[in-house]
């Protein structure tokens, strides 16, 4: 019995040290109108990123890749609107900052935060 608690021990803190980690947050500040928009990014083993949010009842979705401190991306929004982002981040961390654009005008501010 305490084999069979010890093996269990190493097996759960061996895949434990392998997930996923837990989305990061991303907000985004209109700076015309100071609203706020969360949505999510999940990131891989890779530094393939995932981004997720909402703004103004449009979704917004992409990937990057940000292995290397700097990124550009573009979200694809539901229908036909797009979202142009460069992102500054600190990989170690999983924060940055940065600007991303809306239909050539909506201009927000960037933070992403564990």
């Known amino acids: 019995m305490t084999r069979t608690a010890a093996l269990l021990c190493v097996l759960a803190s061996t ?11 991303l907000v985004l500040l209109n ?9 999510t990014v999940v990131s891989n083993r890779e ?5 997720s949010i909402e703004i103004n009842g449009i979704f917004f979705s992409g ?3 940000a292995s290397n401190g700097n ?11 797009l979202l142009q982002c460069v992102f500054h981040f600190d990989t170690n961390g999983r924060t940055g900052v940065g600007e991303c654009t809306q239909a050539g005008s909506r201009r927000f501010q960037v933070t992403l935060a564990d």
């Open 63 to 65: 990937k990057f890749d």
């Open 15 to 25: 895949l434990m040290g392998c997930a996923t980690p837990p989305p990061a947050r």
């Open 71 to 81: 990124t550009v991306a573009t979200l694809v929004g539901s229908g036909s609107d």
């Open 31 to 39: 700076r015309a109108t100071g609203s706020q928009y969360a949505g």
């Open 47 to 51: 530094g393939l990123m995932t981004v």
